[in-house]
């Protein structure tokens, strides 16, 4: 079974930057996807960012200009760079990879974002 197992999650000024990373325990077979979702409370997940095996990037518009997606699907990893944070940046950070036919999913990163 798959795991990923994120990092970089934290507390951060409004204005300030994260880093978040995602590794995957194996990497014996390659993702099709890599992303990253988010959920604040009270509120449904949603797509933050995601990025191809071929390098497509897609962003959600309330992060467009700031947030940067990378992935590195030879090791199964993926990053997130997070710039210009705000308070409604402030949720749970899931890290998220698709082979055809299955999806898995991280456990989860905090991101709190004080004004």
């Known amino acids: 079974q798959v795991q990923l197992v994120e990092s970089g999650g934290g507390l951060v000024q409004t204005g300030g930057s994260l880093r978040l990373s995602c590794a995957a325990s194996?990497?014996?077979?390659?993702?099709?996807?890599m992303g990253w979702y988010r959920q604040a409370p009270g509120k449904q997940r949603d797509l933050v960012a995601d990025i191809t095996h071929g390098g497509f990037r897609r962003y959600a518009d309330s992060v467009k200009g700031r947030f940067t997606i990378s992935a590195d699907f030879a090791k199964g990893t993926v990053y997130l760079q997070m710039n210009s944070l705000n308070s409604e940046d402030t949720a749970v950070y899931y890290c998220n990879a698709a082979t055809v036919g299955r999806g898995y999913w991280g456990q989860g990163t905090q991101v709190t974002v004080s004004s």
């Open positions: 194996e990497t014996i077979f390659s993702f099709n996807v």
